[in-house]
């Protein structure tokens, strides 16, 4: 059996979850992100609306319940009014949201090319 204490990854691995993981919402506007977030917390931390554009800035938020080192960035949409991709940049994980009211769109198509820029 290999030996995973003294692989480098394992070394990278151990100082990123020192540090902190953060974990980015990201897609459409209205896709469910900032729901998600409340939903794992337990608890109404995120401001949700049926108006779109309600999350206007990145927000962070600790997941106490699973590691202080994990963070989930809610992010606005990737089409909202002043959204920049570089907003992703330090993630260390993208979860992408499709609003489920109009399903796989050709701009769904769009993000994943501007994503993979970044």
Known sequence: MQN???TESTKQLIS???QGLEIAFV???NSGKSS???AIRGEEVAEVSIITG???T???YELPTLSKAVKIIDTPGLRAPGADVNFYRG???IVYFVNAASGWTANNK???FVLKQI
């Open 4 to 6: 995973f204490k003294n």
């Open 16 to 18: 990123k979850l020192r």
């Open 27 to 29: 897609g459409e506007v």
């Open 36 to 38: 998600t977030v409340n």
């Open 54 to 56: 309600s999350t206007v």
């Open 58 to 60: 990145n927000d962070s």
């Open 91 to 93: 993630a260390d994980l």
């Open 110 to 112: 769009t993000d994943f």
